[in-house]
């Protein structure tokens, strides 16, 4: 777990970023770590080829709203695409042993990580920690992370990585429209 992300987020962000986009292509394809998470996790153990196909459609869906946080796309319109998910996800109301009371999410297989994973995006934004977790602009990387930056303005995954390539290549583009014919 990264000690500076915020506890429940570290787990939506490990599950969106069981596909690695620039190596797999096809996020819907099935060439990903997803059935390695979900025995991991313990969330979705018994997950047939349609859950996780169902996994893999609400992991896009999903990746579409961290996008949106990170001001690529219209957020409200993100949200419908996880809509059909949230309206099937199943919960009941659980007591702590402190008393407090939780969502405790309800089926089995990819069902009950659907609903887990909400119940987890349900509390971060109830927290106000949501907005940070963000997908990176890079259309090639895509990849899911935590922004620390102190205004919440950061785009890239990493800026040494991702942030340095899209900054030269745009880079590269101004100078390529300024050359002489």
């Known amino acids: 777990m990264d000690a500076q992300t915020p506890h429940g987020l570290e787990t939506v962000r490990d599950f ?22 979900c025995e991991q996790t313990g969330l979705c153990r018994n997950a047939g080829p349609a859950g996780l196909a169902n996994l893999r459609r609400f992991r896009e869906a999903l990746r579409g709203v961290l996008e949106a946080n990170a001001g690529d796309g219209n ?8 809509e059909p998910f949230a309206q099937r996800a199943r919960y009941g109301m659980a007591i702590t042993p402190a008393g407090v009371p939780v969502l405790e999410p309800r089926g ?17 934004i109830a927290r106000g920690t949501w907005s940070r977790l963000k997908a990176c602009r890079k259309r090639s990387c895509r990849w899911a992370f935590f ?35």
Request: charged fraction near 30%; charge should be neutral.
């Open 147 to 181: 922004d620390r930056s102190k205004n919440g303005s950061g785009a890239w995954c990493s800026m040494r990585v991702c942030g340095n390539r899209e900054k030269a290549q745009r880079r590269r583009e101004r100078e390529k429209s300024h050359e002489l014919p």
């Open 75 to 82: 957020l409200a319109e993100r949200w419908r695409a996880v």
């Open 108 to 124: 089995s297989g990819a069902e009950a990580a659907v609903a887990a994973i909400l119940a987890l995006v349900y509390d971060a």
């Open 16 to 37: 969106v970023n069981t596909v690695e986009i620039d190596k797999a292509g096809d996020p819907l394809a099935g060439d990903d770590t997803l059935p390695q998470w």
